[in-house]
């Protein structure tokens, strides 16, 4: 099945800062979505990106389908953006990676 | 409100009890799947649904039935749970099948002693 890899494992920011999440796919995708784990372990869906690029709000996303991969970018962040992001591809099989561990501290 | 709900959303039970996890969901959707969340090993699909009757085999199966008698429901059904099923459970559904964008539940923390 399919790869993926997420990079860093664990991103620790202060407040205001900006940051980047890396997904790798091994293979081209149907899908690819993020989430964020917050800390009572509900899954939040961010965005549906298969490819291009979406935006909401502090948060945007983008999916070259053709290189690979996806990068998550939060601006501003907040101790609020806390927890683990997750990126999730399908192929044939829907896998998710390993989850970036965010930590913004006030 | 479209939505996947999940019940229990927190239990501890004993080995060989068995326990049924429900979801439901209210937005027509065909495909449904189960989740299994472990540290250091993230998203693990244990079965889905592409519809009414049909189900089949994610990758860790194995001591989990589930069934899809209507469209809203798919119950996980842990017939003889033991610690290693010890776990956060996610449900989850989606339009068509699983290249489209999926919908999760509030998830399940199972404890089995």
């Known amino acids: 099945g399919i790869q993926v890899e997420q990079s860093p494992p664990d991103l620790i920011l202060q407040e205001g800062a900006n940051s980047t999440l890396r997904c790798n796919f091994s293979?081209?995708?149907?899908?690819l979505q993020w989430f964020h784990q917050n800390p009572w372990g509900q899954l939040i869906n961010l965005f549906y990106?298969?490819?291009g690029t979406k935006q909401n709000g502090r948060l945007s996303a983008t999916t070259v389908a053709t290189e690979r991969y996806s990068l998550l970018y939060i601006s501003s962040s907040q101790t609020t953006d806390s927890g683990v992001y997750f990126c999730?591809?399908?192929?044939?099989?829907?896998?998710f990676g390993a989850g970036t561990r965010l930590t913004v501290k006030p | 409100e479209a939505q996947v709900t999940q019940n229990p959303r927190y239990l501890i039970t004993v080995t060989g009890k068995k326990l049924t996890v429900t979801c439901s969901q209210n937005?027509?959707?065909?495909?449904m799947s189960w989740y299994r969340q472990d540290p250091g090993l993230g998203l693990r699909q244990i079965y889905y649904?592409?519809?009414?009757?049909?189900?089949d085999k994610g990758d860790v199966p194995e001591g989990y039935k589930v069934s899809r008698k209507e469209k809203r429901n798919f119950p996980l059904i842990l017939e003889s749970p033991s610690p290693n099923q010890t776990s956060l459970y996610f449900c989850?559904?989606?339009?068509?099948?699983?290249?489209?964008?999926?919908?999760f539940g509030p998830g399940t923390r199972l404890t089995v002693t």
């Open positions: 989850a559904s989606s339009y068509g099948d699983k290249r489209y964008e999926q919908y």
């Open positions: 990106i298969p490819s």
């Open positions: 293979d081209s995708v149907n899908n």
């Open positions: 937005m027509n959707h065909e495909y």
């Open positions: 999730a591809a399908v192929v044939f099989d829907m896998r």
């Open positions: 649904s592409m519809n009414v009757e049909v189900t």
